[in-house]
């Protein structure tokens, strides 16, 4: 939790900073393009919308999990854990199924020339490595919540010892997905412009906040489901990346964003108010997308 809250408290007095009063001196860091461009764009970009889509590549920092319920309490420690791109083909380009893998949706709006607001959904995926050796702490008795589950030789009580988390034990990953719903603020500054001021190379830095709603596919000793998305805790991320304008309002970007989240309400056998797991997650996220400005 203290993570989070620093990062929060971070991108909060970034935010504040950009959202200082712009004014017309030209020497004003809200102003002022930090790079030395020859030429300068023809059109401000204030007023103007923008949406854009694509897909990611994303990693994970290695987490524990915590898993409570009647019967048990136990973490298990430094999970790791990746993600799992849909192989390229057709299912990228088949409007039926383009959100299928994982993919980025932004849509935004410029409320002065070097900034914008904007909602996105980025739909990532977390799958636990099964199996893997971790250390556990906690407690788990013969039989788990309520009607019992059997859990065999894993009953005991721990304090760091190192055990197999193997497919009996646990399925975990946020396959459908590790979605990401968060609010962002976005500043632009132009790398290249061409002579004509149309086409230009330009860097996207920013931050954003919001909620996670995974749908989550968990087994615990067997027992569980691909559960229904649900809103499953919250998170802030920090973004930086390059855009190039092609052509009347279209453009390509290439962006890096890593951020944390807190999940506090992991549904895991699907015995709702019952059992649950909970983790924090850092992430770090490589998409590219196509968007168009308007």
Same mark, same amino acid.
């Given at each position: ?41 023809? =059109? ?11 897909y ?21 420690h ?13 299912? *990228?380009?088949?409007? %039926?199924?383009?959100?299928i893998?994982?993919?980025n949706f932004?849509?935004g709006y410029f ?8 909602? /996105?959904?980025?739909?990532?995926k ?8 971790v250390?556990?702490? /906690? ?12 859990? /065999?030789?894993?009953a ?17 990953e ?11 603020l ?7 412009v061409s %002579? ?6 330009t ?5 954003e ?6 749908? %989550? ?9 691909n ?5 499953? /805790? ?49 992430f770090? =996220?490589? *998409?590219?997308v ?5």
């Open positions: 939790m203290k993570k989070l809250f620093l990062l929060i408290g971070a991108l909060a007095l970034g935010s504040s900073i950009a959202f200082s009063q712009e004014n017309d001196d030209k020497n004003s860091l809200f102003t002022k393009n930090i790079f030395k461009t020859r030429y300068e764009r023809t =059109e401000s970009n204030k007023g103007k919308f923008f949406v854009h889509w694509g990611n590549i994303s990693a994970y920092a290695k987490s524990d999990i915590q898993f409570t319920g009647p019967g048990y309490d136990f973490t298990l430094k999970v790791t854990a990746g993600d799992r791109p849909t192989k390229f083909g057709l299912r *990228y380009a088949d409007p %039926s199924r383009i959100t893998p994982q993919f932004h849509f409320i002065s020339d070097k900034y914008s607001l904007s909602l /996105g959904w980025d739909h990532m977390y799958v636990v490595d099964i199996p893997q050796r250390k556990i702490s /906690g407690y788990i008795h013969e039989e788990i919540s309520n009607p019992g589950i059997p859990t /065999g030789d894993r005991g009580e721990y304090n760091g010892e190192t055990i197999e988390v193997d497919a009996d034990m646990l399925r975990f946020h396959t459908d997905g590790y979605n990401f719903a968060a609010l962002g976005e500043r632009y500054d132009d790398i290249l %002579s004509k001021g149309k086409q230009l190379l860097l996207e830095s920013g931050v906040a919001g909620l996670m709603v995974p749908r %989550s596919d968990v087994h615990l000793f067997g027992v569980g489901d559960h229904f998305w649900n809103i499953s /805790g919250y998170g802030a991320a920090a973004k930086v990346g390059v855009q190039y304008h092609i052509y009347k309002g279209w453009y390509v970007q290439s962006s890096f964003k890593t951020g944390y989240t807190e999940l506090l309400k992991i549904p895991t056998t699907g015995r709702r108010g019952i059992d649950k797991a909970q983790q924090g997650i850092w770090f =996220e490589n *998409y590219w196509v968007g168009f400005r308007f």
